[in-house]
């Protein structure tokens, strides 16, 4: 009798439990589908079109140089579950096509830059080539959130509305940007409107705002700073009488401290280009990466002291 009762007992419990497991399996959410992207400032944008809906990683990690990356075997680990990957292209990740093949070629990929007019570098040998930095133009990066919105409606047709909705808000407040970095830029003296950096990675924001660039190397894979080439800036720097030169954050600045130190100006502080900061430094987000180069570059140029000073 005890026997029965006992086996009565464990007989109820382990349907107890088989129906505890159901419920809870019946409650946890499915998996939100992975977007990766190739890096940080790719990865707020998504975010930004993607709101909670899908997952959003980037490949490389903040503060680090993009253009010659090369991926772990755990970025490699992380892409094989991925529903989607975001690149910009214009030859800007030149190992992610090994990249995606080593994940699983099978992966999708959209191209941000896909169809769009690129500007052309004009120096050295890269001269002919894409620049690739058109994120740096808010005008141009609303066409990278359309083409987000439209990938992201593909791969969960469910959130379609939310989507639309989020890349709309979204557009205004570039929108909102490039007024702001037009009213801005637009107070900087007519001789003082150079940007010098040691990437040519504001081609975009130049034309846009009606600057002048000048830079160490047309892009950080060509980053060798001959004779040549630091004299030409250094002229350029002395002839335009500019105050104030910059760097980036993911390359050496200690270059362009040498040119600052020779034409007399002085060096202004570090950009944000290819990879945003972390969440507690001065660009966490493209919105802010734009506005702390903008206010950085602003107070550059205006400053009273003039070069040979």
Not at 130 to 144: G, L, V
Request: aromatic share 6%.
């Amino acid at each position: 009798m005890k026997r029965l009762a006992a086996g009565l007992f464990l007989t109820v419990l382990a349907v107890f439990s088989s129906g505890c497991r159901q419920v809870r399996q019946d409650n946890v959410s499915p998996a939100k589908p992975v977007v990766l992207t190739t890096f940080t400032v790719l990865a707020d944008l998504a975010r930004n079109v993607a709101g909670d809906r899908l997952t959003v990683r980037s490949i490389v990690k903040p503060g680090s140089e993009i253009h010659g990356y090369q991926p772990t075997p755990s970025d490699i680990e992380r892409a094989s579950g991925a529903d989607l990957i975001v690149e910009n292209g214009l030859g800007l990740e030149l190992w992610a096509r090994k990249f995606t093949a080593s994940a699983g070629g099978d992966i999708p990929t959209l191209t941000l830059s896909e169809g769009m007019e690129p500007l052309l570098i004009e120096e050295d040998a890269y001269a002919g080539k894409p620049n690739p930095h058109a994120w740096m133009s808010p005008q141009r990066t609303m066409d990278y959130v359309d083409r987000l919105e439209q990938a992201f409606r593909e791969l969960d047709p469910a959130g379609a509305d939310e989507f639309l909705t989020n890349a709309s808000s979204y557009k205004q407040k570039l929108n909102r940007l490039d007024q702001e970095l037009r009213a801005a830029l637009s107070t900087l003296p007519k001789k003082r409107r150079v940007l010098v950096s040691c990437e040519g990675a504001f081609t975009y924001l130049a034309s846009d705002y009606g600057l002048d660039e000048a830079y160490l190397w047309p892009v950080n894979a060509e980053s060798q700073v001959t004779p040549k080439r630091m004299a030409r800036l250094i002229n350029t720097v002395r002839e335009r009488q500019i105050p104030a030169i910059f760097c980036e954050s993911t390359v050496s600045d200690k270059n362009q401290r040498q040119v600052a130190a020779e034409s007399g100006a002085r060096f202004g502080g570090t950009f944000y280009v290819d990879s945003l900061s972390t969440e507690d430094g001065p660009a966490p987000s493209l919105l802010k990466l734009q506005r702390h180069n903008v206010e950085l570059l602003i107070r550059g140029l205006s400053a009273d002291e003039t070069v040979g000073n």
